[in-house]
């Protein structure tokens, strides 16, 4: 999609406000029907992009922009990730991700290459299809009152360490979209260099961040401490993108380095105005990206079958195990950690920035994340309808334990 | 200045990171030296900036996150000028405010004029003139502990209605920078709507966000409040530009509509976490204007001259009525309204941008308004050094009235 002329001041605050509107107008309706409002606000980029109404060129500053907006949806996503959560969590929980990270990657790479997709192909496409989206299932089940369950805390756990499986699994595929062909080395050095970095930013940064908390509070600037880690989320960003990983990893383990210390600082809601104003745009440029012309025939086969797999495979992966407590418990964790989101998205938008994926598996991903997303809330509410009406009579809120 | 080639991902992460700390860092250390924080971001960007190291290249990509940036450095300022506030003002703060604005202008007008500028540069310079920085004289007066002395009130009441009245002339400033010549019909014109909108944001404005007020807190979206204020910030940016008055004419009058509910929905945290991460890259964009070269001979000398009547101007227009008080009394407040900031550097900005100021008129008003803002802290504190004694021996904190 060729770029267009830079546009003048007067039109680029009318695209963002034209943009920041339509978002979260339809995230807004989409919140009222009850589902998610991510697919709203990538409905709003299909609608007004490029391949349908046009109404929005794609210029560099708004590419860049929605670039800023995405490494702000992950640093949220970072900061609500407390690592000391993530070493707490069950090790039942531990097995569930992982084993929730490997099939959906086989089921989809198997495929992708049966179809007779190149192996990078098929490597992006499974990537994608790897990490939930805690965000969705979270609001879904927070909304049921039923955090508190067993079944929600192992969702929850599971969830949040598969977003740091997710991360790696998107490190060594971004290094990869550098080559056309998938060396062994080099996958090898690069999953060596994904994980120290999430370990030491897992183990090493939060006590960083406490040693240099004394200092951090004296600092006369305003806002010093939000300064310190936003300098800090630019600089792993560019770091991450300049190894070769994506840049949204940075700025998910920098929210991470933070997390523990957010609400002592106060930094969550500080952050959250910041997400607020730029997510609209990441989520926007995804759609926009979007080739409506593609949907008919073997593009809705494809999409319907990597959607299917993309369920079926958190089932297998992370309900089965739980098959000895009953087929009700595999089926609620199972659809738990069906919704795929940031994650998914970014994998696709590198996987399109650098030639590798075409547009139509581009729109394939952006599609599974669309149905997966919007499948799970209603079949959640369905399936823990029992424990909602419990819940109802015995409600006493409890804190939430991973 | 020409627009270099658009930078990748990964430079425009490296760029943000430095400008970011670049920026926060010289404005640390200006305030480790007990001077405001604005005039040492505006030198990074003169160091970093096409002139001098020439490190950071003047992308559209940047020259737009400045202007966003700009936005949020208004709506801020406009989130913390109450109308309320406004309105209660002394007839006292209101006489001083209004010939506070008038004699930097007449002054900063006739001296441009007598040197053979043409009309438009002398408008715009005398414009830049105009308008108090109330953040940095509160800053001052607020480290000193007498914000609550009756002195301070009359800065205070006084530097928060020429910040309306400052908005006024730009808007009618940037109406004159389409035309080459000044029409007094069209500037007639310019100066209804400005006045127009400036009362309807004041009087008007604050009763519709009341009225909306229950439906806006019903809203589904995360955030939903600051959701509208900024869907309202970029509407009213958008069409302040459009209608030929500055784009920041409309985000300050945005921050006015909502502040008096600002400390309720808790806007505050949330919009100053924007303006914290973008404030520093409009700051950055103005000092890397700056023609380093230009600094000699008759460059300096008519610098000095725009800062010694920018100065002078203040203490006649709002100190010399309060002669019968004593001449101290005259200087505090004079001293006390001297400090220019963005709006002085806004004039200057959209008078480079439309070509009506040369290099040199715009290096003459950032240099203008570095000079007030680092002399001003230092002269208030020795002016108020015996209030500052007082209020040590018998500090009972007040709140503080305007």
Redesign the interface.
């Known amino acids: 999609m060729a770029?267009a002329i830079?546009s003048t001041?007067?039109q680029?605050?009318?695209e963002?406000?034209v943009i920041?509107?339509t978002t979260?107008l339809l995230?807004?309706i989409f919140?009222?029907l009850n589902l998610p409002?991510v697919p709203g606000e990538i409905l709003a980029g299909i609608v007004l992009g490029p391949y349908a109404l046009d109404w929005i060129p794609a210029t560099?500053?708004l590419r860049?922009?929605a670039?800023?907006g995405a490494i702000f949806v992950l640093f949220s996503a970072g900061l609500e990730t407390s690592p000391r959560d993530l070493i707490r969590v069950s090790r039942k929980a531990l097995l569930l991700s992982v084993l929730g990270v490997v099939a959906p990657f086989v089921l989809g790479f198997a495929y992708m290459r049966l179809r007779g997709d190149t192996t990078v192909e098929a490597v992006f496409v499974a990537a994608a299809m790897v990490a939930t989206s805690i965000g969705i299932t979270a609001r879904v089940l927070a909304d049921m009152k039923i955090l508190s369950t067993r079944t929600a805390r192992i969702i929850l756990g599971a969830a949040v360490f598969d977003d740091v499986l997710g991360m790696l699994v998107l490190a060594v595929v971004a290094g990869l979209a550098t080559g056309e062909h998938v060396h062994w080395l080099h996958l090898g050095v690069l999953t060596g260099e994904a994980e120290g970095f999430a370990l030491f930013m897992m183990f090493v940064a939060p006590h960083i961040v406490r040693q240099l908390r004394p200092q951090m509070e004296q600092?006369?600037?305003?806002?010093a401490v939000?300064?310190v880690a936003?300098?800090i989320l630019?600089?792993l960003?560019?770091l991450a993108?300049?190894i070769g990983m994506a840049?949204i990893v940075g700025a998910f383990f920098a929210g991470l380095m933070f997390a523990d210390y957010a609400p002592r600082w106060?930094l969550i809601?500080?952050?959250?105005?910041?997400t607020?104003?730029l997510a609209p745009f990441f989520f926007f440029d995804i759609g926009s990206r979007f080739d409506t012309r593609l949907v008919k025939g073997s593009f809705l086969t494809m999409a319907i079958v990597i959607s299917l797999l993309a369920i079926l495979s958190k089932v297998i992966g992370c309900g089965l195990p739980l098959l000895r407590e009953g087929w009700p418990m595999v089926l609620k964790v199972g659809i738990g950690m069906t919704p795929r989101g940031e994650v998914a998205l970014i994998v696709a938008l590198v996987g399109l920035q650098s030639g590798i994926l075409g547009e139509a598996a581009y729109g394939i991903i952006v599609l599974m994340t669309v149905v997966t997303t919007l499948l799970a809330p209603p079949i959640l509410r369905y399936l823990f309808r029992c424990e909602m009406r419990e819940h109802r009579d015995e409600s006493v809120p409890e804190p939430v334990q991973l």
Chains 1, 2 share one sequence.
């Not at 600092?219 to 806002?223: E, P």
């Not at 809601?269 to 910041?274: A, E, K, T």
């Open positions: 770029t830079p001041p007067e680029l605050l009318l963002l406000f920041f509107v979260k995230g807004e919140e009222r409002a560099d500053t860049s922009v670039q800023i600092l006369s600037t305003h806002n939000l300064v936003l300098a630019l600089l960003s560019w993108a300049k840049a106060n809601p500080r952050v959250s105005g910041l607020s104003f």
